[in-house]
Each structure stands twice: as structure tokens, then as C-alpha cells.
């Protein structure tokens, strides 16, 4: 194990997430790597000092409501029943413009239950243990690993030399059907790209969306659909997205 394998995988030992097999060659490279002894080291001091209750600040009462005084009251949505019941009570021309309402309430909503259940499924995989099914930094060992278990294999591509490592890949539940998720890090954030396959072959150009504080953007292309789930910054989840994109027009290309 080399100390780039090594130093993605830290994290993941000292929060339990690795099985026995990887726990013990990381630990192995650590007993003789100075480096990246000092590294753990460093961090376990850091979790140390994160949960020594003493040093937290306790804010006053007061300001939880100071904050939600001072922001924009949200505006009441027109819920779906209200929808048809305007759809009902109208002529016949408001009728199919109201139809056509309907139709879009749907899809939103059908969109924003397909992010959530996105989002959902990151903050699962950031339990001990759920990450990854195939852990590694070699996008021939992951990508193969899908073979057989998927319609389609999502692509696995190794962004590495751009700042974003390949972790590994596992098999999640979106929409109630297994897809794909190939697992990055930037720095010592992760990275879910769900991949899952489409009947439209229309692109779709990316799209940020945030839900409960993790940026989403998702796009389509080549009859596959995708998400790309983290804490990163949208301007540094958007730059994944374009490499990934680029990378993987490379590749048809080539």
C-alpha cells in the first residue's frame, strides 16, 4: 500500500469504517510509514480535542430567535388539492391550462422525492461501514466490480491528477431499484456520484440544487442519469461534475 492509498483511507479507519482485511493493511502501512504515522497521530489528537466537552461554546438563548426573526418569512405554497380543485371548477380553456399546471406540480414533486431520497442515501453512506461495498483507488478494480450486478455499469473514471481520488463503489437504492455510486474524495470531503440508467438520451445540462446543507448537482447523458452528492462548495462539486464530463467524453472519443 502506498501512502496516497493510505492517506485516503485514514479517515475511514478512525471512524471504524473499513472491514477487518483493509483496517489491518492500513495499519500495517502506518507501523512502517512515519509519515503517515504522524498523520493519524495528528488526527486523533484533532477528534481529541473536538469532543472535549469543556471548550464548546454554549451561544445565549436569545439568539436562535434573533436569527430566525431576521430571515425571510417562507411564502405558502398552493398545495396539490388546491391545484385540482381550480382545475375542476374552470371553463374549459382554464381547464387544460390548469391540467397543464398539475402536470408540472407532479414533476417537480417527483424530482424533489428523487433528490431527497438522493440525499438520503449519502448521509447513509457516511455511517461506519456503509461507504463502500468495493474499496480502491484503481478504477479497473471498481469499475469490473459492478459487472453483473447492474443493467449498465456506471463509468468509473480516475480523476486522481485532478484532485479528485476514487474511494471505491457500493450498490444503493434510489426510486425503489439498485443504481451505482462511485465514492470520491476531495480533500476530506466525499463524493457520491449515483449513476443510474434512463430511457432518454437527451442531454441535460447540470443543475446545483442544496438540500439539507449538501450540494446536489445532477445531470443527463448518454441514456444515464446523475447526481453528485457532497458538503463540497458548488463551485468545487461543479468542477468534479466538468472533469468527470470531460473525462468521460475522452473516453467515447477515444
Given amino acids: 500500500m502506498t501512502c496516497d492509498e493510505a492517506k485516503i483511507l485514514l479517515h475511514a479507519l478512525l471512524d471504524n469504517e473499513l472491514d477487518a482485511g483493509h483496517a489491518r493493511e492500513v495499519e500495517a502501512h502506518i507501523a512502517g510509514c512515519p509519515a503517515c504515522a504522524a498523520e493519524i497521530a495528528a488526527q486523533r489528537e484533532m477528534q481529541r480535542v473536538l469532543a472535549d466537552t469543556s471548550l464548546r461554546y454554549a451561544a445565549p438563548a436569545n439568539l436562535r430567535a434573533r436569527i430566525e426573526a431576521s430571515m425571510p418569512q417562507p411564502q405558502r405554497q398552493p398545495t396539490r388539492r388546491s391545484v385540482l380543485r381550480g382545475f375542476a371548477m374552470g371553463s374549459a380553456v382554464s381547464a387544460l391550462a390548469a391540467s397543464g399546471v398539475v402536470a408540472v406540480v407532479l414533476r417537480q414533486d417527483d424530482q424533489q422525492r428523487i433528490l431527497s431520497e438522493v440525499v438520503s442515501a449519502h448521509l447513509r453512506s457516511l455511517q461506519a461501514g456503509h461507504l463502500t461495498d468495493v474499496i480502491s483507488t484503481d478504477q479497473h478494480t471498481v469499475k469490473p466490480w459492478f459487472n453483473g450486478k447492474l443493467d449498465v455499469a456506471p463509468p468509473v473514471i480516475d480523476l486522481t491528477a485532478q484532485g479528485f481520488t476514487l474511494v471505491g463503489g457500493r450498490l444503493d437504492y ?81
Fill in 174 to 254: 434510489i426510486d425503489a431499484r439498485a443504481i451505482g455510486a462511485v465514492v470520491y474524495r476531495r480533500r476530506q470531503h466525499l463524493i457520491n456520484l449515483f449513476v443510474s440508467q434512463t430511457a432518454s438520451a437527451v442531454y441535460r445540462a447540470p443543475k446545483t440544487e442544496t438540500m439539507q446543507g449538501f450540494n446536489c448537482r445532477r445531470w443527463g447523458n448518454r441514456g444515464l442519469n446523475f447526481w453528485a452528492v457532497s458538503d463540497l462548495g458548488a463551485d468545487e462539486l461543479a468542477e468534479f461534475v466538468d472533469r468527470f464530463e470531460a473525462a468521460m467524453k475522452g473516453n467515447v472519443e477515444g
